[in-house]
């Protein structure tokens, strides 16, 4: 059971990246690693929501790498 919706975890994912200078692709391990932030414990399929959730918001573009990984790149505003 989650206290946030998934809109409200990818603002603030958002904000994270934005905050952290995060300008380059991020990596689902990351965020993973962010172990002082809420959202570094949410699932894999949770994760990869957010990712399209900011998409369709217009505020990142998700990569999916050689390797088969998907990460996002921001946009910053």
């Known amino acids: 059971v989650y206290w946030k919706t998934l809109e409200v975890w990818s603002d603030e994912i958002y904000r994270w990246a934005y905050d952290?200078?995060?300008i380059e692709p991020i990596m689902?391990?990351?965020l993973r690693e962010a172990k002082h932030?809420?959202?570094s414990n949410?699932?894999?399929e949770d994760l990869e929501a957010i990712f399209k959730i900011l998409v369709k918001n217009r505020r990142a573009k998700v990569l999916k790498l050689d390797n088969g990984q998907l990460a996002f790149k921001i946009k910053l505003e």
């Open 20 to 22: 952290n200078g995060k």
């Open 28 to 30: 689902i391990f990351e």
């Open 37 to 39: 932030e809420d959202f």
């Open 42 to 44: 949410l699932p894999l």
